[in-house]
T-cell receptor, first 113, second 116 residues
Framework: DADVTQTPRNRITKTGKRIMLECSQTKGHDRMYWYRQDPGLGLRLIYYSFDVKDINKGEISDGYSVSRQAQAKFSLSLESAIPNQTALYFC????????????FGPGTRLTVT | SQELEQSPQSLIVQEGKNLTINCTSSKTLYGLYWYKQKYGEGLIFLMMLQKGGEEKSHEKITAKLDEKKQQSSLHITASQPSHAGIYLCGADLSWGFAGNNRKLIWGLGTSLAVNP
């Protein structure tokens, strides 16, 4: 089984709808991240969480919110989806200490029409 | 401008050829990561480099960190179609500082195609 899972894998939604993307991990890592990837813009950090009680905005948090329900679960919500939020969304995790690599989920392809 | 520049943006090589991808930072590199992404899929961790001059290899892929040049290079020897994909570098620019201000910044990626 994958260490970092994301649901759904694909989603098409309409402008104005609320949508939640979910991420679960079995790696036991404290740190979790949400990114979006757009052609020509690369990976951009939306939110990150260093533990259940510590949530921080990334470089593009406007229009998004997150919830860290447990060490293993980190959800991303779009309160009112807009077309420019169409992107590939990734969840990632990393250990808490030192220089560290991040482990990515398979991604969620979101299309807002 | 990008804090982390990758070059080239794209590359097409014949199977069996060697190739190099570069990742250059505008700031001091404390840790550098190489990932591979198949189109539309997740990122697979390849290697992490921490010290200037450090070199690591994984199968036919070798990466080196040149701290003075604030650059890392990824070299693939005798490329195969399985090497095709997008190679991304990520850098931890805040490692070594106290507090929770760490972030990983990313290059835009190098798209590699290997023709059989």
């Amino acid at each position: 089984d994958a260490d970092v899972t994301q649901t759904p894998r694909n989603r098409i939604t309409k402008t104005g709808k609320r949508i939640m993307l979910e991420c679960s991990q079995t790696k036991g890592h404290d740190r979790m991240y949400w990114y979006r990837q757009d052609p020509g813009l690369g990976l951009r950090l939306i939110y990150y969480s260093f533990d259940v009680k510590d949530i921080n905005k990334g470089e593009i948090s406007d229009g998004y919110s997150v919830s860290r329900q447990a060490q293993a679960k980190f959800s991303l919500s779009l309160e009112s989806a807009i077309p420019n939020q169409t992107a590939l969304y990734f969840c990632a995790t990393s250990p808490g200490q030192g220089v560290y690599e991040q482990y990515f989920g398979p991604g969620t392809r979101l299309t807002v029409t | 401008s990008q804090e982390l520049e990758q070059s080239p943006q794209s590359l097409i090589v014949q199977e069996g050829k060697n190739l190099t991808i570069n990742c250059t930072s505008s700031k001091t590199l404390y840790g550098l990561y190489w990932y591979k992404q198949k189109y539309g899929e997740g990122l697979i961790f390849l290697m992490m480099l921490q010290k200037g001059g450090e070199e690591k290899s994984h199968e036919k892929i070798t990466a080196k960190l040149d701290e003075k040049k604030q650059q890392s290079s990824l070299h693939i020897t005798a490329s195969q179609p399985s090497h095709a994909g997008i190679y991304l570098c990520g850098a931890d620019l805040s490692w070594g500082f106290a507090g929770n201000n760490r972030k990983l910044i990313w290059g835009l990626g190098t798209s590699l195609a290997v023709n059989p």
